[in-house]
């Protein structure tokens, strides 16, 4: 552990150093803007590192904490530490830093406490990142999802996460980190409408205190990383940085998850309504189109995988029957809306990550965020373009998103321009500040445990040492051995298998009958067996073992051979 | 556009309220008028179209803002403090 957190400070530092270095050559005169360009360069690094040591089997804390030690003393040898700028706490107020400070450690504590309990990061977003971490490399064996071969962006920040420590205790910081960056770009925005350092500020923080995103930061879904990298995107457009910079966080975006696009024709259309002004002037072009290079290779990485393996760069899209909808819809559109404005504003539902039938921006943004975005409007050129583009985005998600429980989840971009006119209606009327305040703080409480960890299973983790913590035994897969089978139709809680420490091997079993179930266990040596929901043939595969005493029932979930 | 004061500039101001308040009042039962925030943010507007004075003005905001607030926890604090694992 000692070595592992050793590296794991090493890598960071490299990162971090790296990132304020290339900033350096490609800082803009607006300065609000940096944090966010800075952390996005942070991310791009990341995700490159990974996908490269990943390709070369060198994914390993060993190989990517020496070399992370040894350019950190590289940077530290060039003194590029002292032109790291000192956060001030006058430019941002002692309220707001104190607010900051206590989300701050919240989310530290969310992160400690909480473990991967979601269905969909069990399933198909995390067992990839545990056989990555077992392996040492990039994997063909994503697990039996049919959602495993989408877009793994988001995974790769997780990956760096868990890699060092070769646990996943620390997991949750990928989140808390495209957290920081929807922070920074949302101030950044700010500033450009013409709000002051500290006004911009809070609308930073009321817009991670959204209770969507907020939720999502700490539950290992992609849709908050989505929200953070497009709102990144306006706030570039906005602040006219080159259009080199401006493609990393939209070639990001594309590669954490394809819902991405749908948001692109607002960005567009802001670029095209922002085409006039004069774009910020980089010294260094050429480290500018270096990193749009970079970021377009690493965001289009996972749609040139599938083109390559499956012949279809959305694979499985178009080839099996997937609750998905692949193309723009007006009755979606519609109906969306009409749900939207109906209903889900309202948020009345259970707060969780997945937002079932709620919108989850918060109160804030439905009592004065809409109200003071009206209001801006009506008087502000640039708050009238930002808004069309942002609703534009927003009209994107609905046309292309199925009127299911959860499409809200791909509109948490919005509320980021309804926390900014939510502080511009604080001071335009003061005395709306007591709401904000209030509703700041039931959302703070509100957002401290999702419906799908309720209390008495968050006291069951915290009470698992952390190197043990898992939810498996929420999901009844209690199991000593050190290698099991795991056979599923779809959907289910693989990653559980592999606990904390990925130390237990999982074998995915795709056999099509009793015998074969029975001799690919064999083969690979286990006789422990693993079930999720199966369908119909498959249910039948396992009676067929229980029938003929091959396979005994140890629980709901698991089997053992006899 | 038509000058202030005019009959032209009072519908321009009007006009997008009055539509919204009627949309509603066509789509919802009466009832439901009263908390729903499109008619309430267009009953805003819609005094807006009048020039009122500045603390009149703050006072309405701030009720609007008030009363949405309060629409929004009255929905939401029942399934909050079943989370946190406290009977409403």
């Not at chain 1, 904490?65 to 940077?75: D, E, K, P, R, S």
């Not at chain 1, 083109?307 to 109906?335: H, K, M, T």
């Not at chain 1, 009506?378 to 708050?383: F, R």
Request: proline residues 5%.
């Amino acid at each position: 552990v000692i070595l592992g957190l050793f590296f794991l400070l090493a890598a960071n530092g490299a990162s971090i150093l790296g990132a304020h270095c290339i900033l350096l050559r490609i800082r803009m005169s607006d300065a609000s803007v940096n944090f966010a360009l800075f952390l996005v360069i942070r991310l791009l690094l990341i995700s490159a590192t990974v996908i490269a040591a990943g390709l070369t089997h060198c994914l390993t804390a060993l190989a990517l904490g020496i070399l992370g030690a040894v350019l950190v003393l590289g940077f530290l040898l060039k003194k590029t530490y002292v032109h790291i700028p000192k956060p001030r706490l006058s430019s941002i107020g002692w309220v707001a830093g104190a607010v900051a400070l206590v989300i701050c450690i919240r989310l530290l504590l969310e992160v400690w406490f909480f473990a991967p309990h979601t269905t969909d990061v069990l399933s198909y977003h995390l067992p990839k990142v545990a056989e990555w971490v077992r392996f040492g490399g990039f994997t063909r064996e994503l697990g039996v999802d049919d959602h495993a071969t989408f877009p793994a962006g988001f995974e790769l920040i997780e990956t760096w996460w868990v890699l060092f420590l070769h646990h996943d205790v620390l997991i949750e910081m990928a989140g808390v980190e495209f957290l920081i960056l929807a922070l920074a770009a949302t101030s950044a925005l700010a500033k450009r409408l013409g709000l002051s350092q500290r006004s911009a500020i809070w609308a930073g923080l009321i817009y991670i205190m959204t209770p969507g995103l907020m939720l999502q930061a700490t539950s290992c879904l992609n849709d908050g990383p989505v929200a953070a990298l497009a709102v990144t995107s306006f706030a570039l457009i906005a602040c006219s940085a080159s259009w080199p910079v401006v493609v990393m966080p939209l070639a990001l975006g594309l590669g954490v998850k394809p819902t991405f696009s749908y948001l692109v024709p607002g960005i567009l259309l802001l670029a095209l309504l922002s085409r006039g002004e004069p774009r910020d002037t980089i010294p260094r072009r050429m480290t500018s189109y270096a990193l749009g290079a970079a970021g377009l290779l690493t965001g289009a990485f996972w749609y040139l995988r599938n083109l390559a393996l499956f012949g279809n760069p959305v694979y499985p899209i178009g080839e099996r029957d997937l609750p998905i909808q692949s193309e723009p819809r007006l009755s979606s559109l519609l109906g969306n809306l009409g749900s939207l404005i109906n209903v889900r504003l309202y948020d009345r539902g259970p707060y969780g990550a997945y937002l079932d039938g709620i919108a989850g921006w918060g109160g804030i943004s439905f009592a004065c965020g809409i109200l003071g975005l009206l209001l801006w409007t009506g008087e502000n050129a640039k708050v009238r373009k930002l808004a069309a583009a942002f609703l534009l985005s927003l009209a994107g998600v609905l046309l292309m998103a199925r009127g299911d429980d959860w499409y809200m989840r791909f509109c948490l971009f919005f509320p980021a321009i309804l926390a900014i006119a939510a502080v511009r209606l604080v001071e335009l009327f003061p005395p709306v500040l007591p709401c904000v305040a209030i509703a700041f703080l039931f959302q703070f409480v509100g957002t401290m445990l999702p419906y799908d960890l309720p209390l008495k299973n968050l006291e069951r983790l915290a009470g698992q040492s952390w190197v043990r913590r898992s939810s498996s035994e929420f999901f009844g897969f209690d199991v000593k051995d050190p290698a099991v089978g795991y056979f599923a139709s779809n959907r289910g809680s693989a990653y559980c298998l592999y606990g904390p420490d990925f130390s237990r091997r999982v074998v995915y079993l795709r056999s099509g009958s009793a015998e074969a179930l029975l001799e690919d266990m064999k083969r690979a040596g286990i006789t422990t067996l693993c079930i999720a929901p199966l369908a119909d043939h498959e249910m039948k595969i396992i009676e067929d073992c229980l029938r003929t005493g091959k396979l005994r029932r140890a629980s709901d979930h698991v089997l053992v051979v006899e | 556009m038509s000058p202030p004061g005019t009959v032209g500039d009072l519908l321009r101001k009007l006009g997008p309220s009055v539509i919204l308040l009627g949309w509603r009042a066509t789509v919802l039962p009466a009832t439901q008028l009263p908390g729903d925030w499109v008619t309430i943010l267009a009953a805003y507007f819609l005094l807006r179209a009048f020039a009122l004075p500045r603390q009149t003005w703050t006072f309405l905001t701030v009720a609007t803002v008030t009363l949405l607030l309060g629409i929004y926890l009255f929905g939401q604090i029942p399934y909050t403090l079943a989370i946190l694992g406290r009977s409403p």
